[in-house]
């Protein structure tokens, strides 16, 4: 009797805390659903709260997060960012004293710093154990656009997106934001940085091309960095003088240059035959292990389909690839044009400029350094270094 009135109650109390939860999970999905964003603001570095829950910014705070963007485009690894805020003695946005790279990668992909909210990130499945997990579409997330102050820009937060999958991807080097800008002209190459008088008072970091020493007979001169952002500063007045026809130019042929409704269709037709062509290989399938046939007829009807699907998935990847490096072309023609109708003369250099608006410099041993815009406009100026 004992045993069975401790059963009805824990099944009691097992109901209880499901039903307990479900409310809590509806309530909260639909304060989602409304757009209300709450973060855990004792532990998110940047924001406090607000007197009706709303993220304001902290100014002190905003400008470590900042700092981490700003390292990051200039070159530095997460791991490197966490140890120059360890060394500087910054708490960690949970109070402790040593940062990691995780904490740092988690700040440059936190969409809210840009102003925006994604909502569900996760959820609980199981109201018993109460553990979290990754949504990876398993429950509806929420995107909330403009949602409170920003810290980071826009186009600065979807700059740092970008490096993060050229870096992991391994196509860009993560050094300094010159590296893989600037270009000899004699050879091609790459240049690259180099320490000069690096125990001294007359420490200098140059840029000369990585071949300069290794057989190879380049004549393009070493520049300085401060050499680099005097040239780039120059070019990019003469790029500011031309920009109404350089804007009315990109309005005239936008929607046609960075069209990808027929790659869209292509798509569309390659991936119904490949499902038909899935289907043949089935039913093929099917029928070898239900009646007897020629083995031999069998393997090449089944190598034969298995070719024709290789080849749809291997044109299939080529599309995607095309469709994404339009529309990543596109993001970056709206970034540039964005910041250069912001732009009048410039007398300093500002590292976000560079990376948003240069796509690369060709170094000419002539003395001169045609600076080539992300809207293809090429420049060139003059340098002494010859």
Same mark, same amino acid.
Request: glycine residues 6%; contains cysteine.
């Given at each position: 009797? !004992?045993? #069975?009135?401790?059963?009805?109650?824990?099944?009691?109390?097992?109901?209880? $805390?499901? $039903?307990?939860?479900?409310?809590?999970?509806?309530?909260? =999905? =639909?304060?989602?659903?409304?757009?209300?964003?709450?973060?855990?603001?004792? /532990?998110?570095?940047?924001? @406090?709260?607000?007197?009706?829950?709303?993220?304001?910014?902290?100014?002190?705070?905003?400008?470590?997060? /900042? /700092?981490?963007?700003? #390292?990051?485009? *200039?070159?530095?690894?997460?791991?490197?960012?966490?140890?120059?805020?360890?060394?500087?003695?910054?708490?960690?946005?949970?109070?402790?004293?040593?940062?990691?790279?995780?904490?740092?990668?988690?700040?440059?992909?936190?969409? %809210?710093?840009?102003?925006?909210?994604?909502?569900?990130?996760?959820?609980?499945?199981?109201? !018993?154990?109460?553990?979290?997990? %990754?949504?990876? &579409?398993?429950?509806?997330?929420?995107?909330? /656009?403009?949602?409170?102050?920003?810290?980071?820009?826009?186009?600065?937060?979807?700059?740092?997106?970008?490096?993060? *999958?050229?870096?992991?991807?391994? $196509?860009?080097?993560?050094?300094?934001?010159?590296? &893989?800008?600037?270009?000899?002209?004699?050879?091609?190459?790459?240049?690259?940085?180099?320490?000069?008088?690096?125990?001294?008072?007359?420490? %200098?970091?140059?840029?000369?091309?990585?071949?300069?020493?290794?057989?190879?007979?380049?004549?393009?001169?070493?520049?300085? #960095?401060?050499?680099? %952002?005097?040239? +780039?500063?120059?070019?990019?007045?003469?790029?500011?003088?031309?920009?109404?026809?350089?804007?009315?130019?990109?309005?005239?042929?936008?929607?046609?240059?960075?069209?990808?409704?027929?790659?869209?269709?292509?798509?569309?037709?390659?991936?119904?035959?490949?499902?038909?062509?899935?289907?043949?290989?089935?039913?093929?399938?099917?029928?070898?292990? $239900?009646?007897?046939?020629?083995?031999?007829?069998?393997?090449?009807?089944?190598?034969?389909?298995?070719?024709?699907? @290789?080849?749809?998935?291997? =044109?299939?990847?080529?599309?995607?690839?095309?469709?994404?490096?339009?529309?990543?072309? #596109?993001? @970056?023609?709206? =970034?540039?044009?964005?910041?250069?109708?912001?732009?009048?003369?410039?007398?300093? +250099?500002?590292?976000?400029?560079?990376?948003? !608006?240069?796509?690369?410099?060709?170094?000419?041993?002539?003395?001169?350094?045609?600076?080539?815009?992300? @809207?293809?406009?090429?420049?060139?100026?003059?340098?002494?270094?010859?």
């Amino acid at each position: 009797m !004992l045993y #069975e009135l401790f059963t009805i109650m824990s099944s009691i109390a097992q109901e209880e $805390s499901r $039903s307990i939860s479900e409310n809590c999970t509806w309530g909260q =999905r =639909r304060r989602f659903e409304e757009g209300k964003v709450s973060v855990p603001f004792k /532990r998110f570095l940047g924001y @406090d709260k607000g007197k009706d829950g709303e993220l304001v910014v902290d100014p002190e705070q905003a400008k470590i997060v /900042r /700092r981490i963007y700003a #390292e990051f485009l *200039k070159g530095k690894s997460p791991y490197q960012i966490a140890k120059g805020l360890t060394a500087d003695e910054i708490p960690t946005p949970g109070g402790k004293v040593k940062w990691t790279g995780g904490v740092i990668r988690s700040i440059l992909q936190n969409e %809210k710093y840009k102003g925006d909210a994604l909502l569900q990130k996760v959820f609980t499945p199981d109201y !018993l154990t109460k553990k979290k997990i %990754k949504n990876e &579409g398993q429950v509806p997330q929420y995107y909330v /656009r403009g949602d409170h102050e920003a810290i980071i820009k826009p186009e600065v937060f979807e700059l740092v997106q970008r490096q993060i *999958k050229q870096r992991k991807s391994g $196509s860009r080097s993560n050094v300094s934001i010159f590296s &893989g800008k600037l270009i000899c002209a004699d050879c091609s190459g790459y240049y690259g940085s180099k320490v000069w008088h690096s125990n001294d008072k007359y420490r %200098k970091v140059i840029w000369q091309c990585n071949h300069k020493f290794q057989g190879k007979k380049c004549t393009t001169p070493t520049l300085s #960095e401060t050499e680099i %952002k005097e040239l +780039f500063i120059r070019a990019l007045n003469k790029l500011i003088f031309c920009k109404s026809e350089i804007i009315a130019s990109y309005e005239d042929i936008n929607g046609t240059i960075f069209a990808t409704e027929a790659l869209e269709q292509e798509l569309a037709e390659i991936t119904d035959k490949m499902k038909e062509t899935d289907e043949k290989m089935a039913e093929l399938i099917t029928q070898n292990a $239900s009646f007897a046939v020629d083995q031999a007829v069998y393997d090449k009807k089944y190598a034969k389909l298995t070719r024709a699907y @290789d080849s749809l998935m291997m =044109r299939r990847n080529n599309v995607v690839a095309e469709i994404t490096e339009k529309q990543e072309k #596109e993001k @970056d023609m709206q =970034r540039f044009l964005k910041r250069l109708k912001t732009l009048d003369a410039v007398t300093e +250099f500002e590292d976000e400029i560079w990376i948003l !608006l240069l796509e690369s410099v060709t170094i000419h041993s002539q003395g001169t350094a045609d600076f080539k815009f992300v @809207d293809g406009t090429v420049i060139s100026v003059e340098h002494e270094s010859h």
